[in-house]
């Protein structure tokens, strides 16, 4: 056995996987062979759900049938909800997420089915939950009356209907679709991983995708894009943007939205979102943001793009989050709302061959030792 230590099990190969592929030093995403800019020119969450699932692309009428029992899945039991209004107010919302969705799994029967069969059923009741979970506890902590689910509307304009409380305009759940689509799965990110490590054990999906929330909500996966918005409220303007980032690099220290574990290059999925962003900004008269961003982004590719730093998907999406008018307080659980597709798909297609992920430690405590009765302990 090896005694090489992988620090954050970089570059351990631990399965084999035909639904994301990501080339870091060149910036290429792609899921089942397509770029993640054909998906989200031209695709839907629930296409892109569908493929992840299945490992291939639908077929109109299989869309149909797939986007059909999305929809009538959105709702969640009375029960939860009432659960949901009652949480303190100020918890963090990936604190009353992950509680949710494990408590979710008291209202199921069949909860602790793990055959493939029953991991796609609850997997994809659960993409289609989260949405209703995560817009009630938005609108609970602001003290105002959870909206139901329609069934009329596309999944992301569905989630910002019950969100804000009035329907969005086509173009705002179009620019929220696609936030999604960017968002849905990503390799064998942290939250990924644990997921599959809890489903490994042979427990119930409830308890990956709960396993999966907890890992999300860590600053170093989740959360980013949050740093991002607080980074340019600091900044202020466009003037200071080239002397904040100066002496930010100038002292060594982080930058938030910019830098990524696998990306040596730009993250595809921010470019694209750099497009929506300065389009959506320009429109609704936040461009300060944006043109802070752009400026931030000059600086540090001129700096630092020889050492293969750019800015990743943080570093847009939460500009694109705040003109749709979600709170900051709640990127992070988006992005489960996104990646929960990912993390069912990934969970099903490590199971279908399931071994049970146990990695192991190199020992360096002392050894060779006695007893010591407790008397003659100092």
Request: net charge negative; hydrophobic share 40%.
């Amino acid at each position: 056995m090896t005694t090489t230590i992988a620090k954050g099990l970089e570059g351990v190969l631990f399965t084999e996987t035909k639904l994301t592929f990501i080339n870091g030093s060149e910036g290429i995403l792609t899921h089942l062979g397509i770029p993640i800019q054909e998906w989200a020119e031209k695709s839907t969450f629930e296409e892109l759900s569908f493929a992840l699932l299945h490992g291939r692309l639908p077929g109109a009428d299989e869309l149909a049938r797939f986007d059909a029992e999305l929809r009538a899945n959105r709702e969640v039991p009375a029960e939860l909800l009432s659960v949901i209004a009652a949480y303190p107010k100020g918890v963090h919302p990936m604190q009353a997420l992950r509680t949710a969705v494990s408590h979710l799994s008291l209202f199921d029967a069949e909860a602790e089915d793990t055959a493939a069969e029953d991991r796609y059923r609850i997997g994809v009741r659960m993409i289609a939950q989260f949405s209703t979970i995560i817009a009630a506890i938005a609108r609970a902590q602001d003290g105002q009356e959870i909206v139901a689910p329609r069934a009329d509307l596309t999944h992301a304009g569905n989630f910002l209907y019950m969100l804000k409380g009035s329907e969005p305009t086509a173009e705002e759940a179009r620019l929220f679709d696609i936030a999604l689509i960017l968002h849905a799965d990503h390799g064998m990110n942290a939250s990924t991983f644990t997921a599959i490590a809890t489903a490994s054990t042979l427990s119930d999906m409830y308890s990956a995708m709960t396993s999966a929330i907890g890992a999300l909500k860590g600053p170093l996966h989740g959360g980013a894009n949050e740093a991002v918005m607080d980074m340019l409220d600091e900044i202020g303007s466009v003037e200071n943007a080239v002397p904040y980032i100066s002496e930010k690099l100038d002292h060594k220290e982080k930058i938030m939205g910019v830098g990524h574990r696998v990306y040596k290059f730009f993250d595809p999925r921010s470019r694209v979102l750099r497009d929506y962003a300065a389009h959506v900004s320009e429109k609704q008269g936040k461009s300060h943001y944006y043109q802070i961003l752009e400026t931030i982004e000059k600086e540090i590719v001129d700096r630092l793009g020889s050492k293969g730093i750019y800015p990743n998907v943080d570093f847009y999406s939460g500009v694109v989050y705040s003109d749709l008018g979600i709170k900051k307080s709640f990127f992070t659980p988006i992005f489960a709302l996104a990646r929960i597709s990912g993390w069912v798909a990934s969970v099903m297609e490590y199971t279908a061959n399931n071994r049970l992920l146990r990695p192991d430690a190199v020992y360096a405590g002392a050894k060779d030792q006695t007893y010591p009765e407790l008397s003659d302990r100092q």
